[in-house]
């Protein structure tokens, strides 16, 4: 194992950092287009934004059809529109929306006070395969996060899984217990998609709780750090 490892970083330090920027740049453009139903993005404005979910596919040339369903951008209706993608290297692979999106950069434009909703339409690849890509906005700092969807599924359909999910995991008032790092946890007040968390046995208003906004999959819930 030491072995394989060890031949591992040679292989990787025998190539130079435009090669390796390349080979990220390729990456990402090939497992971006790769997936045949597009993506479930979860899709995370700022650091104190609650997660939206979008679909999003990408073909080969450079075009990509974002579709959304929610009470911010959309009015709670489903809203699809095309545009243009590209993978560019910046400090390190960046993935870009460059021509205008009624959907996807809805939560970048300014408005009438010059922020809007503190957007991004511009993020930084941190990790691609063909399981999911973690993004990260080049401006604001919040982590998406997109996972391949399934075939044969409508958007209607998605968006309704969603909605049950959601109804399900937080219309209850009800408080998650979890393990991390050999510690324990709880997830309060859950309703306004960003959560309360505490350590175990305390109370949503100590003055240890801190906030985390999440995104409801149709699986679970999708916290974004």
Known sequence: LLGASTRDEESLSDK??????????????????????????????????????????????????????????????IMTDVSTWAVKLDYGPILTFDTYNNVLHAWADPRGDGDGLLGDYEFLILHADANYIKLKGKKHSAYCYLYPLEAGKSAADYYAEVEAAEKKLCSNGNIFHFSAQDKEYLLHDGNTGIFTLTNLGETSDSEEAGSYPFAIRRSGIQLCY
């Open 16 to 77: 130079s950092a435009a090669e390796r920027a390349q080979a990220a740049l390729d990456n990402a453009n090939t497992v971006l287009a790769a997936a045949e139903n597009g993506w479930e993005m979860l899709y995370f404005a700022n650091t104190a934004s609650k997660g939206y979910n979008l679909i999003v596919e990408f073909d080969e040339n450079g075009r990509v059809t974002a579709t959304a369903k929610n009470s911010t951008t959309t009015g709670d209706k």
